[in-house]
């Protein structure tokens, strides 16, 4: 009976074993929805007093772990945990696609010489707040949540700066998710004269949060804002932004028309007094070059006549662009081969900024060029491939001296035919209609 009960044990765990392998097949990869925990790297600080009496951060890199749960739940693996409970925030909502592509990084958030409560229940003046990062690897978008935590007694939170929570390997924080900023907008890649939005979303865990949205344009230096708005003072300045999408959490910016100096860096900063979040919003300019050539599909030339061939890349952004000559032979197969005779000129710089370029050579071909294919390739940082353009050539032998012989004395004599002939054929002609 042992033996047998010892089967049957075998049994049912394979039959487990590979219901749990069906499953793991068929759904993938952990999905957001149902995420309940995400490994993440914790940023610890070690602040202290140089041997010159000045204040210095040492920055630490351990293994956390991001577990969404409720009060009192224990850590799911060994590492630094910081267990999210409910609330009206939930940065799970705002994630796509899969577990493996998200990179989390957490860090403690400094309040400095702040000492201010929450505005919400059960939060204390000697919170302390972290915040977690959340990137999408291919760029969708970046969530930065603002995680309090609540100590044990007053003096475990933020007594100076120099003594600050310690956090050792293992433990478990218990923090609820009290703000969060989102965009799905990292980085954009725009055309001339486009009027793109660059997406900004907030979530605050109470109702009525006083809030401050600014929009401020960064470039070589130069810092400015676009746009403001305090809900405590209902007063704006700037443009691009709706006053009534911000009651509901959106604070997305509507570019102008681009132009080459809309290249730049675009923050958007949410303020719920006394935290400070905000998005990077990378915007460049890609514009992609018009490919022409000055000669038809097919270029017939003779033999002996020269011919200037050209490819024009115009009206392109940025700089960089790539134009190479290719020759290869139609119908056979061999890799094209690289022209080194090539010529460029140099850029032409339009007045809204647009770049042009122009590769040509000079053609001079034999009989045996007949039949290959000339194709112009134009790489470029707006292409996802290279625009190429092409020609056949067609080359023919001129007349010979004999042909040329025969040719006009094969006219003389038609012409010679039409003087003869001629005046009879037309005097004929009136003849037979006077009879008529």
Same mark, same amino acid.
């Given at each position: 009976?042992?033996?047998? =009960? &010892?089967?049957?044990?075998?049994?049912?765990?394979?039959?487990?074993?590979?219901?749990?392998?069906?499953?793991?097949?068929?759904?993938?990869? @952990?999905?957001?929805?149902?995420?309940?925990?995400?490994?993440?790297?914790?940023?610890?600080?070690?602040?202290?007093?140089?041997?010159?009496?000045?204040? $210095?951060?040492?920055?630490?890199?351990?293994?956390?772990?991001?577990?969404?749960?409720?009060?009192?739940?224990?850590?799911? *693996?060994?590492?630094?945990?910081?267990?999210?409970?409910?609330?009206?925030?939930?940065?799970?909502?705002? #994630?796509?696609?899969? &577990?493996?592509?998200?990179?989390?990084?957490? /860090? /403690?958030?400094?309040?400095?010489?702040?000492?201010?409560?929450?505005?919400?229940?059960?939060?204390?003046?000697?919170?302390?707040?972290?915040?977690?990062?959340? =990137?999408?690897?291919?760029?969708?978008?970046?969530?930065?949540?603002?995680?309090?935590?609540? !100590?044990?007694?007053?003096?475990?939170?933020?007594?100076?700066?120099?003594?600050?929570?310690?956090?050792?390997? $293992?433990?478990?924080?218990?923090?609820?998710?009290?703000?969060?900023?989102?965009?799905?907008?990292?980085?954009?890649?725009?055309?001339?004269?486009?009027?793109?939005?660059?997406?900004?979303?907030?979530?605050?865990?109470?109702?009525?949060?006083?809030?401050?949205?600014?929009?401020?344009?960064?470039?070589?230096?130069?810092?400015?804002?676009?746009?403001?708005?305090?809900?405590?003072?209902?007063?704006?300045?700037? %443009?691009?932004?709706?006053?009534?999408?911000?009651?509901?959490?959106?604070?997305?910016?509507?570019? !102008?028309?681009? =132009?080459?100096?809309?290249?730049?860096?675009?923050?958007?900063?949410?303020?719920? !007094?006394?935290?400070?979040?905000?998005?990077?919003?990378? +915007?460049? #300019?890609?514009?992609?070059?018009?490919?022409?050539?000055? +000669?038809?599909?097919?270029?017939?030339?003779?033999?002996?006549?020269?011919?200037?061939?050209?490819?024009?890349?115009? /009206? *392109?952004?940025?700089?960089?662009?790539?134009?190479?000559?290719?020759? @290869?032979?139609?119908?056979?197969?061999?890799? !094209?081969?690289?022209?080194?005779?090539?010529?460029?000129?140099?850029?032409?710089?339009?007045?809204?900024?647009?770049?042009?370029?122009?590769?040509?050579?000079?053609?001079?071909?034999?009989?045996?060029?007949?039949?290959?294919?000339?194709?112009?390739?134009?790489?470029?940082?707006?292409?996802? %491939?290279?625009?190429?353009?092409?020609?056949?050539?067609?080359?023919?032998?001129?007349?010979?001296?004999? @042909?040329?012989?025969?040719?006009?004395?094969?006219?003389? +004599?038609?012409?010679?035919?039409?003087?003869?002939?001629?005046?009879?054929?037309?005097?004929?002609?009136?003849?037979?209609? &006077? /009879?008529?």
């Amino acid at each position: 009976m042992i033996v047998q =009960r &010892k089967s049957y044990l075998m049994i049912w765990g394979l039959a487990g074993f590979i219901l749990e392998l069906l499953c793991l097949v068929v759904n993938g990869s @952990e999905s957001v929805d149902d995420l309940q925990w995400l490994p993440c790297e914790f940023v610890d600080e070690n602040v202290y007093l140089n041997e010159e009496g000045h204040i $210095e951060t040492q920055y630490i890199y351990k293994k956390a772990i991001i577990q969404f749960g409720y009060d009192g739940d224990r850590p799911l *693996y060994p590492n630094i945990t910081f267990l999210v409970t409910a609330s009206r925030v939930d940065m799970r909502h705002y #994630l796509e696609g899969d &577990k493996d592509t998200l990179n989390c990084i957490i /860090r /403690r958030y400094n309040l400095g010489r702040i000492v201010m409560r929450w505005p919400a229940v059960g939060s204390q003046e000697y919170d302390i707040f972290f915040t977690c990062t959340l =990137r999408h690897t291919k760029g969708a978008f970046n969530i930065t949540t603002f995680l309090r935590h609540t !100590p044990s007694s007053p003096d475990g939170g933020q007594v100076g700066f120099l003594h600050r929570l310690k956090i050792h390997d $293992e433990d478990l924080l218990t923090t609820s998710a009290v703000l969060a900023v989102l965009t799905r907008t990292p980085s954009v890649e725009v055309g001339l004269l486009k009027e793109p939005t660059l997406h900004c979303q907030f979530a605050a865990d109470h109702k009525k949060a006083h809030v401050r949205v600014e929009w401020i344009f960064q470039r070589h230096g130069e810092r400015r804002t676009l746009f403001s708005y305090s809900s405590q003072t209902a007063i704006s300045k700037g %443009t691009g932004v709706s006053i009534k999408d911000i009651v509901a959490g959106n604070a997305s910016f509507k570019l !102008p028309p681009t =132009r080459k100096t809309s290249e730049g860096t675009y923050i958007c900063s949410i303020h719920v !007094p006394p935290l400070n979040g905000s998005q990077n919003i990378l +915007v460049s #300019l890609r514009e992609q070059p018009h490919v022409s050539l000055n +000669v038809d599909s097919t270029l017939s030339l003779t033999l002996g006549e020269y011919k200037k061939v050209m490819c024009d890349a115009e /009206r *392109y952004y940025p700089l960089d662009v790539n134009i190479e000559w290719l020759r @290869e032979h139609v119908g056979v197969s061999p890799k !094209p081969l690289l022209l080194d005779n090539v010529l460029h000129s140099t850029h032409q710089h339009d007045n809204d900024g647009l770049f042009s370029l122009s590769a040509f050579f000079y053609l001079k071909p034999g009989l045996e060029d007949s039949g290959y294919k000339y194709t112009c390739k134009v790489s470029h940082k707006s292409l996802l %491939t290279p625009i190429r353009k092409s020609f056949v050539l067609s080359v023919t032998a001129p007349y010979s001296t004999v @042909e040329y012989i025969i040719f006009f004395g094969f006219i003389i +004599v038609m012409l010679g035919f039409l003087y003869q002939y001629l005046p009879q054929f037309i005097a004929a002609r009136k003849a037979a209609s &006077k /009879r008529i």
